[in-house]
């Protein structure tokens, strides 16, 4: 089924917890993992077409000091098109008007959207719909010159996310370096889930192991938002309405548009 | 002064031996440190703006088996030109065509290249001369459609690096996951040098520390290429002749042209 992972938060943080619980997610998607996240403009993506839980690489991350940033996206992959290999892998990068865009899908594209979402000066690596959609994407962003992000432009890329999903399913992450995009498929399609995590944090359980955290003091100025496809913890975890896209930046959720 | 490392073989190989001595290099080039391979189509890029003895992810990469490829390129770095950041670290990585570049550059350009390699579709992250080049040398591939590298190709892109050459010191390492080419400095600047590696292998002598290795029985369908900006053991090295490109593929020097 594939599941994603995403962090904003108000300033730069680890984000060991989170990839402690979503690195369970491997069982069940064996076939390839990836972790992106900005140490600065730039964007560090580590992916492997292997199991996550197996991933030497991915185990070494767990506690890495400099896997620090304000933006983290993540996605282990159960292959549905597409061979297993590493250029299938997500999360995709591109460079666009010197931004760093990094996407991430869950899903599956159908039927004529190789047609119908067509490709201009980005082509994909691999041969996974999900790169196809980023590439068409991004040209569509090129053309409207949309990279400094106005209120119209949030609505328009509403837009052409939902016309992606008119071809199958769809949750996606997507980032610039400084929003980060979240876009949940029209139909509820495998779920996607928010999170505020903010000061006084309290004792925190993941629901794959039984693990216990408390977030020490040296994080109280730490707040901001975790996305995952299903809660990865006992915390208050909300679910992202249909259709609905979801912009965060600096830790906050500043636009959101759609579901019911 | 920034030192290069780059591999082409026959077949996937792990460039083991060779990071190990080039991690040496970060004496004198603590600024930062990347490594680049193919996995497939796709590069990994491996990259931090810190010195690569100091890094943990250098030390665990260098015997993580999962490493492994026909193309490497690394880097380490002497800041010249841009701050200290991820984003001024090399290797650079761009898609064009569905292929993925990789570059990396020793020396520094100066005066007009900034008006007079001008940039179009491709456009820097950060704000080093190095990839303002690479973004220049991209757009003109691009315009020429030259992603095909035909002997006339590559004959336009020895004249495509000397040009850039005339703007300073200018080595660079450049792929696209095919092809390994090799540009040395028109003034012969700190050095290129390239060593033939096939069995029988001999024991082999770091130069940078008191470290010898025999090369197992296992490794003797292996042959090809290491490049470095000075030698990193006591083999054979051939020095790079000064404005020479050469070019490597599937472990072979298919074309060179330049030098005396």
Request: with cysteine; hydrophobic share 35%; net charge negative.
């Amino acid at each position: 089924m594939c599941e994603l992972l995403a962090l904003n938060f108000n300033q730069s943080v680890a984000p060991d917890i989170s990839f402690r619980a979503f690195r369970r997610r491997g069982e069940g998607n064996p076939d390839g993992w990836g972790l992106a996240f900005y140490a600065d403009e730039s964007a560090q993506v580590f992916k492997e077409p292997i199991c996550v839980e197996r991933s030497g690489l991915s185990d070494f991350l767990r506690n890495y000091p400099f896997v620090q940033s304000q933006i983290v996206i993540g996605h282990v992959r159960l292959a549905t098109a597409g061979n297993v290999c590493r250029r299938n892998t997500h999360p995709f990068t591109r460079e666009h008007s010197g931004r760093e865009y990094v996407f991430a899908h869950n899903g599956t594209l159908q039927g004529e959207y190789r047609n119908e979402l067509p490709l201009g000066r980005f082509r994909p690596i691999g041969d996974t719909d999900s790169e196809h959609a980023f590439c068409s994407v991004l040209d569509q962003i090129c053309a409207r010159g949309a990279d400094g992000w106005t209120p119209e432009d949030f609505e328009w890329l509403h837009d052409v996310f939902q016309r992606v999903n008119s071809f199958g399913h769809f949750n996606c992450l997507f980032s610039d370096g400084r929003h980060l995009f979240a876009y949940h498929d029209k139909d509820g399609y495998n779920g996607l889930h928010y999170l505020r995590r903010e000061a006084p944090f309290g004792t925190i359980h993941l629901v794959d192991e039984d693990f216990t955290v408390q977030i020490t003091e040296e994080h109280t100025t730490e707040k901001g938002y975790v996305l995952a496809t299903r809660k990865l913890t006992d915390e208050h975890w909300v679910s992202f309405q249909p259709g609905q896209l979801a912009i965060f930046k600096d830790g906050e959720m500043v636009w959101s548009r759609g579901g019911i």
